[in-house]
T-cell receptor, first 110, second 115 residues
Framework: SQQGEEDPQALSIQEGENATMNCSYK?????LQWYRQNSGRGLVHLIL?????REKHSGRLRVTLDTSKKSSSLLITASRAADTASYFC??????????FGAGTRLTVKP | DTEVTQTPKHLVMGMTNKKSLKCEQH?????MYWYKQKAKKPPELMFV???????INESVPSRFSPECPNSSLLNLHLHALQPEDSALYLC??????????????FGEGSRLTVL
């Protein structure tokens, strides 16, 4: 079973705009991770935020975590056409597995 | 470039065939995973191996049979599959099972079509 939900399911923006994706989860976590997947390819790890952290940055990525609301957001700033992909959050609800949210399909138009 | 290698990249099989998907990593990771992904859906966890022992089986039908011959290799044996089993099968590895110790590394997947 999947761990949580993400919204929006699909997001279409212009190059240069910011993209925000949200993730909600159901159980306690050690950390929350975000992954990116280009169509039909494997997933690539983007960023990990631990349960005792509230915000983390990596290049154009900013992730926030609110454990009281069991939610996280991923912000991609100054988006590029190459950012077009599906983005998934993932958590380890049973401490020995990794389960993915429903994902957001991001389209960045040049 | 991914450090997890999956073969074959594409596989077409009939419902009576027996085939295998293979996954290999040389990062010294002690956990390996199989996921199934249908189009426009998230990866669904199938199996987790930790220290070469099966630690999670997500009630996967017995027509899927995982095998971990050693810490670097993970196989998924396929037999008597159904057309609805057509999907992208993703292998992943991590230092240890679960997310506490860091990220999963994914292979590029094996695209399976069952006729």
């Amino acid at each position: 079973s999947q761990q949580g939900e993400e919204d929006p399911q699909a997001l279409s923006i212009q190059e240069g705009e910011n993209a925000t994706m949200n993730c909600s989860y159901k159980t306690s976590i050690n950390n929350l991770q975000w992954y990116r997947q280009n169509s039909g390819r494997g997933l690539v790890h983007l960023i990990l935020i631990r349960s005792n952290e509230r915000e983390k940055h990596s290049g154009r990525l900013r992730v926030t975590l609110d454990t009281s609301k069991k939610s996280s957001s991923l912000l991609i700033t100054a988006s590029r056409a190459a950012d077009t992909a599906s983005y998934f959050c993932a958590t380890d609800p049973n401490n020995n597995d990794m389960r993915f949210g429903a994902g957001t399909r991001l389209t960045v138009k040049p | 470039d991914t450090e997890v290698t999956q073969t074959p990249k594409h596989l077409v099989m009939g419902m009576t065939n027996k085939k295998s998907l293979k996954c290999e990593q040389h990062m010294g990771h002690r956990a390996m995973y199989w996921y199934k992904q249908k189009a426009k859906k998230p990866p669904e966890l199938m199996f987790v191996y930790s220290y070469e022992k099966l630690s999670i089986n997500e009630s996967v039908p017995s027509r899927f049979s995982p095998e971990c011959p050693n810490s670097s290799l993970l196989n998924l044996h396929l037999h008597a599959l159904q057309p609805e089993d057509s999907a992208l099968y993703l292998c992943a590895s991590s230092r240890f099972a679960g997310g506490a110790d860091g990220e999963l590394f994914f292979g590029e997947g094996s695209r399976l079509t069952v006729l």
